[in-house]
């Protein structure tokens, strides 16, 4: 058995690829029924995207869009 590598990764670069991909899964959303499989399958992710940037950042709401007051 070999061992696996383990690639370093840059947390900056890691977090604006997460950016796109939970803002591609939002587009899913905005064009599906709502509780569909599909809408259900996109949700997941942006849930999972937002489990990860707590991790990474400790803030799960970095990606959420800020109302202005």
């Not at 959303?29 to 569909?36: D, E, T």
């Not at 809408?39 to 959420?64: P, S």
């Amino acid at each position: 058995m070999s061992k696996g590598r383990r690639s370093s990764f840059s947390i900056p670069a890691a977090i604006e690829k997460l950016d796109t991909g939970r803002k591609g899964a939002l587009a899913v959303m905005a064009g599906s029924r709502p509780f569909k499989e599909r809408y259900k399958k996109a949700r997941a992710v942006t849930e999972a995207i937002d489990d990860l940037a707590q991790d990474l950042t400790g803030d799960r709401e970095r990606f959420w869009e800020k109302v202005r007051e």
